[in-house]
Nanobody, 126 residues
Framework: QVQVVESGGGMVQAGGSLRLSCAGSGRTFSTDLMGWFRQAHGKEREFVAA?????????YYADSVKGRFTVSRDNAKKTFYLQMNSLKPEETAIYYC??????????????????WGQGTQVTVSS
């Protein structure tokens, strides 16, 4: 059974940093499309970043986080990371890790991902 579990959320002041982790189990993940999404209260889930394998790793970021967020993965640990710097209050949300196993193309559409974690709360205070 494929599972992913997020951790690392918390409360931070504006301009601060957090590192989210997504620990996977049930499959290898090394060639899967891995993504991060977030959902603020009362808003739709939005794409943050994704990393695909196409012979090498390629990362795609939402414009709003480019230059501040970085994704990476440790295949030996089956863990996917999201380093978030210079956080803004409007980025307060539940952050979700997602896995797409049906294809390797980058997707910013949450419904393309089959497996999801339970989410981790990130709160950025002003």
């Amino acid at each position: 059974q494929v599972q992913v579990v997020e951790s690392g959320g918390g409360m931070v002041q504006a301009g601060g940093s957090l590192r989210l982790s997504c620990a996977g189990s049930g499959r290898t993940f090394s060639t899967d499309l891995m993504g991060w999404f977030r959902q603020a209260h009362g808003k739709e889930r939005e794409f943050v970043a994704a990393q695909q394998w196409n012979g090498h790793y390629t990362v795609y970021y939402a414009d709003s986080v480019k230059g501040r967020f970085t994704v990476s993965r440790d295949n030996a640990k089956k863990t996917f990371y999201l380093q978030m710097n210079s956080l803004k209050p409007e980025e307060t949300a539940i952050y979700y890790c997602a896995v797409r196993t049906s294809g390797r193309a980058i997707s910013t559409t949450w419904s393309d991902y089959e497996y999801w974690g339970q989410g981790t709360q990130v709160t950025v205070s002003s």
